[in-house]
């Protein structure tokens, strides 16, 4: 044992988890953790962003790319509120992302005293976004909640945690063993559940899978092309289940598939997915027997109607049936004609999105990173843009948080290491982060951002022309002059006017390692909404 304080204590808890970055902005509540980080900065690197919320989704976005926990840092009251954003974004996509919140003194908490950054229920704010909250109340408590925190994100459904922290226990003193890391076992899949899957599945011919946001990391990836050989079957990803298996396997199919192979399918196995549409209603599978494996049992109960449920990890469920299994024929040639099929049907509905959407993905490398805002290219790159790569592919989910992208980005170019991030955002999205490249600027992190300006909000601004009789109202923007803007922070810019300039501008941006933003003048494009949104 030795003495410490509590900054020193809760600095050499995350050092024993691996925690080398963190994402915060210090604060007089949070001095006690910041000096202890100060005498671990050998170990632990503070990255401070210029917005709270952008603490969060760096974390998020370091979080993704790594498979590693990302940890985040605001002081109470305003400082949590500003990262509510991007812990919502985690929890909605499952991300491992620690909330270290300040609070008022202890003794203060709950008093009404109007203290600095104090807000009412301050926790119950924090346990309406993470999975489990913890306030220590002495020192002593600190490097066991840290371990306790770290192995809530890493066991069950992985979603966001936090801690809140006192000024006064992060300036407590006392002996103390900091302790290693919780034993987390490795998940095992039922083996009564794998026997009725296997049954099952010996008395189909057209089997479908289909996969989700829980299927991710590299053992899925390498396991499901082997799963969808053994079946002769159709892995179709869901938006969530992008980088499950790679785009370029021949049985790979984006989510709208599911709307052709409904039609004869006699099984779908659905693993690790919500399988609700984007109005909440279960995914349309017609006379198809369902199974559906899911770590979080919420996800297994009505609306939805499973035949089987598993609750269980789905790449362990995956990995049972690989063993399992024997091979078999199945859908044959009708997978190649139905990708060829989908993919004809998305370059004639929206050709001038997945031009530049084109234009992306054939300036990174296969392991590149797309970061994706919702913007009239983003919603075509939900099903138009191939992943090739696990963790190579972030957007936000159902939280659809506009403006979330860039400073997510950033967080991911932190942890991808030699590999490039490319984001891409609207000019109305690009307004919530503007001040974030002076943190690309003072980090050097080469985060490349494609920025598409049509002087909109774009698609408010379509439905208004096409559904509302041309009543525009609030969906015009003003802009400043991006290339005085990157001259300002001292980051690169370019104009490209069409795909191909945005295609060899991120080629010279990879290149050159710096931050940059390419700026592509467009007008409103065609509307991705029909396509997307199709009668499920």
């Known amino acids: 044992m030795a003495q410490m304080t509590g900054g020193d204590a809760l600095t050499q808890a995350l050092i024993s988890e691996g925690t080398d970055t963190v994402?915060?902005?210090?604060?007089?509540?949070?001095?006690?953790?910041?000096?202890?980080?100060?005498?671990?900065?050998?170990?632990?690197?503070?990255?401070?962003?210029?917005?709270?919320?952008?603490?969060?989704?760096?974390?998020?976005?370091?979080?993704?790319?790594?498979?590693?926990?990302?940890?985040?840092?605001v002081v109470p009251g305003p400082g949590v509120l500003n990262a509510g954003a991007g812990m919502s974004t985690a929890y909605a996509c499952s991300s491992q992302v620690m909330l270290l919140a300040g609070t008022i003194p202890s003794t203060f908490v709950g008093k009404g005293y109007g203290a600095l950054h104090e807000i009412p229920k301050q926790t119950e704010t924090i346990e309406g976004l993470t999975k489990w909250t913890a306030r220590p109340t002495r020192v002593e408590e600190i490097p066991e909640l840290v371990h306790e925190g770290f192995r809530q994100m890493r066991t069950g459904r992985p979603r966001p945690v936090a801690l809140e922290l006192g000024p006064d226990i992060l300036h407590a003193v006392a002996d103390l063993e900091i302790g290693e890391p919780f034993a987390v076992a490795e998940p095992v899949a039922p083996e009564d559940k794998v026997t009725e899957i296997v049954q099952l599945l010996a008395t189909s011919s057209r089997p479908v899978i289909h996969v989700g946001g829980g299927v991710k990391?590299?053992?899925?990836?390498?396991?499901?092309?082997?799963?969808?050989?053994?079946?002769d079957a159709p892995v179709v990803m869901s938006e969530n289940g992008r980088g499950a298996i790679d785009a370029r396997e021949p049985r790979a199919l984006p989510a709208f598939?599911?709307?052709?192979?409904?039609?004869?399918?006699?099984?779908?196995?659905?693993?690790?997915?919500?399988?609700?549409?984007?109005?909440?209603?279960p995914q349309n599978?017609?006379?198809?027997?369902?199974?559906?494996?899911?770590?979080?049992?919420?996800?297994?109960?009505?609306?939805?109607?499973?035949?089987?449920?598993?609750?269980?990890?789905?790449?362990?469920?995956?990995?049972?049936?690989?063993?399992?299994?024997?091979?078999?024929?199945?859908?044959?040639a009708e997978i190649a004609r139905l990708r060829a099929e989908g993919e004809a049907r998305v370059r004639e509905q929206v050709a001038p999105q997945m031009a530049f959407v084109d234009a992306i993905?054939?300036?990174?490398?296969?392991?590149?990173?797309?970061?994706?805002?919702?913007?009239?290219?983003?919603y075509v790159s939900t099903y138009g843009y191939p992943?090739?790569?696990?963790?190579?592919?972030?957007?936000?989910?159902?939280?659809?948080?506009?403006?979330?992208?860039?400073?997510?980005?950033?967080g991911a170019a932190v942890g991808a290491g030699d590999r490039p991030v490319v984001v891409v955002t609207g000019d109305g999205g690009i307004g919530w982060s503007l001040q974030e490249f002076a943190t690309a600027k003072k980090y050097g992190i080469p985060l490349i951002t494609v920025l598409f300006e049509d002087k909109r909000f774009g698609n408010v601004w379509r439905i208004q022309r096409d559904t509302y009789g041309g009543r525009f109202i609030g969906s015009d923007l003003e802009n400043p002059d991006?290339?005085?803007?990157?001259?300002?922070?001292?980051?690169?810019?370019?104009?490209?006017?069409?795909?191909?300039?945005?295609q060899r501008e991120i080629g010279a941006a990879i290149s050159a390692?710096?931050?940059?933003?390419?700026?592509?003048?467009?007008?409103?494009?065609?509307?991705?909404?029909?396509?997307?949104h199709e009668k499920h």
Do not use: C
């Open 23 to 73: 994402f915060g902005i210090p604060g007089v509540q949070l001095d006690g953790l910041t000096d202890g980080m100060y005498r671990r900065q050998d170990e632990v690197h503070l990255m401070v962003p210029r917005h709270e919320q952008s603490t969060t989704y760096m974390a998020d976005g370091y979080h993704r790319v790594t498979g590693k926990p990302g940890v985040a840092m």
């Open 217 to 231: 990391g590299q053992k899925a990836f390498d396991l499901l092309p082997r799963l969808a050989e053994l079946l």
């Open 257 to 281: 598939a599911l709307r052709e192979l409904r039609n004869t399918a006699d099984v779908v196995l659905s693993f690790g997915s919500r399988f609700l549409t984007p109005f909440g209603q």
């Open 285 to 332: 599978i017609g006379d198809a027997r369902l199974v559906l494996v899911n770590i979080d049992a919420d996800d297994l109960r009505a609306p939805r109607t499973p035949d089987i449920a598993v609750n269980a990890d789905a790449t362990a469920v995956i990995a049972a049936l690989v063993e399992r299994l024997e091979q078999r024929e199945g859908w044959g």
């Open 361 to 378: 993905r054939a300036a990174l490398p296969a392991d590149g990173i797309f970061v994706n805002e919702l913007t009239q290219i983003g």
């Open 387 to 410: 992943v090739q790569a696990p963790r190579s592919y972030v957007w936000p989910g159902y939280q659809g948080t506009l403006g979330y992208a860039m400073p997510t980005a950033l």
């Open 482 to 502: 991006f290339e005085l803007l990157a001259k300002a922070f001292g980051i690169d810019f370019a104009l490209a006017q069409d795909a191909d300039a945005v």
């Open 513 to 532: 390692r710096r931050p940059a933003i390419i700026k592509v003048p467009v007008d409103v494009f065609p509307s991705p909404w029909g396509f997307i």
